[in-house]
């Protein structure tokens, strides 16, 4: 039975607070799973367990029909279904297209994300129990723990998106849950040039270094759009060409016929197993790609993936977190510097400028906008230090009334060395859109 404490009243004397609805829904559910035959599981149909849950809910909803107000049997009703299959409380959340990521930083204190800003919500757990019971559903999916002795965890739900876990005793003041939601539709060039992401000069640039098989990184902060920006350009890679993607959890949606997709897999709990973004670059060179993108750079793999790119696979595309462009250079270094090997400098920047043509830069800026800051080219090294020559970029006129980033796109005149890589390869550019702005 669902015992209530000494505070409960009925509905009609007091209407239940969001936390003591929770609290009775979680005890609703306890009493449901220790009703229901789990040996059916395995037996029936999704669908099927579905209506056997609701009528299971309706009877024991009835049986504390005096302690219940009538006008919440439909809300119960429903949400013991996603306390059952979805993720409870957040299951709404997962349903709305406009958020981009759920925040919970304990059980009563859930932040969201929705168009660039943050914003806390009215969603609260019953208690740190229930909201590690959710934890624990959504890592056991994809065959992961989380408990004191493995405390925090990575993994991905089914439509993509990415779920990050910390419990006590790591975690101060209650389990934290973090999902990044990533669209299930692709993203088209269009639509950053509507929003104001990109202009259509740098759209037709970054396009035909994409068809020129000109190698090409993107850079920039968490959820600043680099993801986006390369699931967008790979619509412009060549139909006819193969593409082998690494990535440490799946996120690009390449707009593409022909690609391979590849991810990391962490150690197990024997401390044995783990597979390494190094580990499938090397692998992918056996795999005869035309193409190799590596979702994001972090490691010792940005050696082998440099290598590659200077050996036959050009026009391969990268992510890197990084605060500007020469920041991405910089932290690729240290990358490469990771492997062990005692590389000089020099040689290294040599390697990087031979290996990658072009930088991106993109940035969420204040009131959420996404912008491409900067489209610059490595023109190779003078005396150690790489000629990083911008040919885009973005310049800021402060805030509107509304506090959102506000400025203009400007071309600096330069014109990039890459435009003849271009012609040999067949692919046409206007020269005019690399004119300096009035």
């Known amino acids: 039975m669902i015992r209530f404490t000494s505070t409960e009243k009925t509905p009609e004397q007091q209407p239940l607070s969001e936390i003591d609805f929770q609290r009775l829904k979680s005890d609703i559910h306890e009493q ?95 208690d740190d129990a229930h909201l590690i019971r959710i934890i624990q559903r959504v890592v056991a999916k994809v065959g992961r723990r989380i408990d004191e002795v493995s405390p925090m965890v990575d993994a991905r739900l089914q439509d993509g998106s990415r779920v990050n876990a910390v ?56 959820g600043a759009g680099k993801t986006t920006l390369l699931n967008a350009l790979s619509k412009s890679i060549p139909d006819d060409e193969r593409i082998v993607t690494i990535e440490d959890s799946a996120e690009l949606l390449l707009q593409h016929a022909h690609v391979v997709g590849m991810e990391t897999r962490p150690a197990n709990s024997e401390g044995t197993g783990a597979v390494t973004p190094r580990d499938l670059v090397r692998n992918s060179l056996r795999m005869r790609p035309d193409r190799i993108l590596v979702g994001e750079v972090r490691g010792p793999e940005a050696l082998d993936m440099l290598q590659a790119m200077n050996t036959g696979h050009e026009g391969s595309l990268t992510t890197i977190h990084a605060n500007d462009a020469v920041d991405a250079l910089h932290r690729l270094e240290m990358m490469v510097a990771m492997t062990g090997f005692e590389l000089p ?26 912008r491409v800051m900067r489209i610059a080219e490595i023109a190779g090294t003078e005396s150690g230090e790489y000629q990083l020559n911008d040919i ?23 014109r990039p060395k890459c435009v003849d890589r271009f012609l040999e390869s067949g692919v046409e550019i206007d020269t005019n859109i690399f004119q300096a702005n009035a």
């Open 32 to 126: 449901l799973v220790e009703s229901l035959d789990l040996s059916l599981v395995a037996r029936i149909d999704d669908e099927r367990m579905r209506a056997n849950v609701r009528s299971l809910s309706e009877e024991v909803i009835q049986s504390h029909r005096p302690k219940i107000a009538k006008d919440l049997h439909p809300r119960l009703l429903e949400e013991l279904q996603d306390e059952v299959f979805g993720l409870g409380p957040l299951e709404p959340l997962m349903q709305d297209p406009t958020i981009s990521d759920i925040l919970v930083n304990h059980a009563h204190e859930v932040y969201l994300e929705r168009h660039g800003r943050l914003e806390k919500s009215d969603i609260v757990f019953a």
């Open 167 to 222: 419990v006590p005793p790591l975690a101060l003041n209650g389990p934290k849950l973090s999902i990044r939601r990533f669209g299930v539709e692709h993203l088209q060039l269009e639509n950053l040039l509507g929003n104001g992401t990109i202009t259509q000069p740098m759209i037709d640039f970054l396009q035909a270094a994409v068809q020129g098989r000109v190698s090409f990184m993107i850079s920039g902060g968490t």
């Open 345 to 370: 400098i020099g040689v290294i920047r040599r390697y990087v400028a031979s290996g990658i043509r072009i930088i991106v830069h993109v940035a969420r800026l204040k009131g959420g906008v996404r």
């Open 392 to 414: 885009f970029r973005f310049e800021h006129q402060g805030l509107d009334e509304n506090g959102v980033a506000r400025g203009r796109f400007v071309a600096t005149g330069y």
